[in-house]
C-alpha cells in the first residue's frame, strides 16, 4: 500500500507561483513513477505532468510546458511540482499519482495506469 499526500495549495494571483509537494510512503519510492493531475471546477481530471523514477523523463501537458516543472527527491520520498506564471485556467485540484509497474520506463500520462492516488491539493489563481 502507498499512500501520498499532496501540500502546497492555495490561493495565488495570476502570474505568480507555487509549488506543489507530495510525500509517500514506502521504502521503493524511487521505484514508482510519478505523476501530477488536476481537475478544475467542471472539468475532468486531466494529466498535467510525470516523471521516470530515476527523473531522466520527465513529461508535461501542453498547458504547462514551459510554465512548470516536476522534480523529485527519492531520498525524500517527495515528487514537486513548481508552477510558475500561473493563469486562473491552472485553478483545480491537483493530485499526485504513483504507478508502481517495473515495466513502465517512460511515464504515461494515462491516468488509468497509475495505482496509487492522493486526495489532492487546492489551487485557487485570481485574476
Known amino acids: 500500500q502507498v499512500q501520498l499526500v499532496e501540500s502546497g495549495g492555495g490561493l495565488v494571483q495570476a502570474g505568480g507561483s507555487l509549488r506543489l509537494s507530495c510525500a509517500a510512503s514506502?521504502?521503493?519510492?524511487?521505484?514508482?513513477?510519478m505523476a501530477w493531475f488536476r481537475q478544475g471546477p467542471g472539468k475532468e481530471r486531466e494529466f498535467v505532468a510525470a516523471?521516470?523514477?530515476?527523473?531522466?523523463?520527465?513529461k508535461y501537458a501542453d498547458s504547462v510546458k514551459g510554465r512548470s516543472t516536476v522534480s523529485r527527491d527519492n531520498a525524500k520520498n517527495t515528487v514537486f511540482l513548481q508552477m510558475n506564471s500561473l493563469k486562473p485556467e491552472d485553478t483545480a485540484v491537483y493530485y499526485c499519482?504513483?504507478?508502481?509497474?517495473?515495466?513502465?520506463?517512460?511515464?504515461?500520462?494515462?491516468?488509468?495506469?497509475?495505482?496509487?492516488w492522493g486526495q489532492g491539493t487546492e489551487v485557487t489563481v485570481s485574476s
Open positions: 516523471i521516470s523514477r530515476r527523473a531522466v523523463v520527465t
Open positions: 514506502g521504502r521503493t519510492f524511487s521505484s514508482y513513477t
Open positions: 499519482a504513483a504507478d508502481i509497474s517495473p515495466l513502465r520506463v517512460v511515464p504515461t500520462t494515462d491516468q488509468g495506469v497509475y495505482d496509487y
